[in-house]
């Protein structure tokens, strides 16, 4: 099963979204985007419906603090799925991303860990059958352990800069749109704008949930073990869900000249300085806690997606752009895997979830397949995801 999809808009300098820079304004323009979004999230009919031990309504919202230490405050909402019993947290950051980005409450909460300046649309999900609930977010402990690390629809990586969410300083006359993918365990946000309503949905900007299909090691089996966060996108530098997409070049089959473009990180030229690079994802350790960071001092690591066989995809193998695919891999790597593998020695986490991710060959923004269970998602940007059928943009 893929996910299921709604879209929600609004357009800059309207009286649903009015133009201007105060506070009063941001917060009031998260509000509307938090609402617009948690409504599609609902509207997937995937289960997720408001935790009305948390909120007894679309507008009852939560405040939840900032990363300063004299705090803004944006609205939260909480979310129960009936079908498979996780929680998930959803907030909305009109903020200033280089300033006040969502709180990283204990200090490991957010993915990557190494960016702390995350606004946009944040999303925590707590594994089904877990005792875990989300706390007092007033609290360093309000993220539970074992739910998924934080990205937001805007995130990063400076500490200075002109843009932010669309909540933050609109421009007039502009329509801003977001996409949420959902299934009863994973949510995925996708987000654009233009002069006119945006069409299709575009590479998502990050997925988090039950998003690993197969792992690698027989004691991965932390409730938490299937669950990540993967970022498909880097930091924003300019418009919310518009970051550059993860892809990279890989080598070609001797003598057959086709220089083979993949999704996520296989050749990116840094060398052995692995820390470099932008960390892509958050996955747990089989113990359950995290690794959700980088660093390019000794010893260096971080953690990638990437795609297993570029080889499936080389159009030497198969001139079909999306009937060939291949999965699409997460490790941590790192100089002292005793300390960063998911077991110890070993950083290999296993596969995104078929299911819901693939990379493909070249191909066209929009092209669904396989009796449209799967939708290629940007042109030549080699990520397709699942698709249920009865999506429409």
């Avoid at 299921?4 to 304004?25: H, I, N, Q």
């Avoid at 999230?41 to 939560?62: A, E, R, V």
């Avoid at 159009?315 to 490790?331: F, G, L, R």
């Amino acid at each position: 099963m893929g996910f299921k999809m709604r879209s929600c808009y609004v357009l800059g300098g309207s009286d649903e979204f009015p133009t201007g820079t105060t506070d009063a304004l941001r917060r009031s323009r998260s509000e509307t985007l938090l609402t617009k979004c948690a409504q599609c999230l609902i509207d997937c009919g995937c289960g997720w419906q408001l935790d009305t031990t948390k909120s007894t309504s679309l507008t009852d919202y939560t405040d939840i603090p900032s990363l300063q230490t004299t705090p803004k405050y944006m609205p939260g909402l909480f979310f129960i799925n009936t079908i498979s019993g996780c929680k998930l947290f959803m907030s909305y950051f009109g903020t200033a991303g280089w300033v006040y980005g969502i709180k990283n409450f204990n200090s490991s909460n957010l993915a990557p860990s190494s960016t702390n300046r995350h606004t946009g649309l944040c999303i925590s999900i707590i594994p089904g059958g877990s005792e875990s609930v989300f706390g007092d977010p007033t609290q360093n402990s309000f993220i539970p352990s074992d739910a998924t690390r934080i990205c937001g629809s805007f995130y990063y990586n400076s500490s200075s800069g002109s843009y932010g969410s669309a909540a933050y300083a609109p421009d007039s006359g502009t329509y801003y749109k977001y996409y949420i993918f959902a299934t009863s365990t994973a949510v995925a946000v996708a987000a654009s704008h233009g002069s006119s309503i945006p069409g299709l949905p575009n590479v998502p900007i990050y997925a988090t949930g039950r998003i690993l299909g197969n792992l690698a090691h027989e004691s991965d089996d932390a409730s938490n073990a299937n669950y990540a966060t993967v970022m498909f996108r880097k930091p924003s530098s300019s418009y919310e869900g518009e970051g550059v997409v993860l892809t990279s070049g890989t080598s070609t089959f001797v003598g057959g000249g086709n220089y083979t473009y993949v999704a996520g990180y296989n050749n990116e030229g840094t060398g052995s300085n692995i820390g470099s690079i932008y960390c892509t994802a958050a996955i747990a350790r089989s113990n359950g806690t995290w690794i959700n960071g980088s660093s390019s001092t000794a010893p260096s690591r971080n953690v990638i997606h990437y795609t297993a066989n570029p080889y499936f995809v080389n159009t030497c193998v198969s001139s079909s752009s999306i009937a060939a695919w291949s999965p699409i891999a997460v490790a941590s790597i790192a100089a002292d895997l005793a300390t960063y593998g998911v077991i110890p020695g070993n950083g290999f986490k296993g596969f995104l979830d078929t299911d819901l991710f693939r990379c493909a060959g070249a191909g066209t923004q929009g092209t669904t397949f396989d009796n449209d269970k799967f939708y290629y998602c940007e042109t030549n940007k080699y990520l397709v995801i699942g698709w249920d059928p009865s999506n429409n943009s």
